[in-house]
């Protein structure tokens, strides 16, 4: 049997727009509503893709700053491109593996990404004090 992670792969980020872009700003969309979360706070977004999620953080909340970790160059490549994301910090990352200091955020989300984690408790501790709101 194969596991997500093993069963997807996340190396195109022009097909995941036209196949998932979309969906993921519906349900991110909801999903920040859920959290009504303050402005001008400093996010953390873990597996942005290719910003789809990202994005909204940047066009609806007036956050200080953006950060976005994934393991796809494919998919960051994407997301650096996108006009909102300009000022964005985009970088290869995995959620195991965190690159960031304990006081770095306010605010972390994983939007539509656990099930690709490995071993998704793993660098969660760095997550303490950064508020962590939630994974989809
Ligand atoms: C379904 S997409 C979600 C992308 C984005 N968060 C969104 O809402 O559109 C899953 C993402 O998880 C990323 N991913 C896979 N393994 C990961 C890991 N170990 N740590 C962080 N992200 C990972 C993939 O590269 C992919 O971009």
Redesign the pocket.
Known sequence: MSTA?EAIR?SDGDA?ERF??AW?RLV?ASFLAWLAPAPALRWL??????G???SLLAERLEPLSIAG????EQ?LAYARAQPSLREAQLLQ????ELPFGAAAFDSAV????LP???VPGRGWPRWRGWCALGAL
Do not use: K
């Open positions: 992670s996340f995941y998932m872009g993921s991110g977004d873990v597996g942005c893709g290719n789809a999620f990202t970790i994934d393991p796809s998919q990352a995995g959620a195991m994983m939007p539509l990404v690709f984690v490995p």
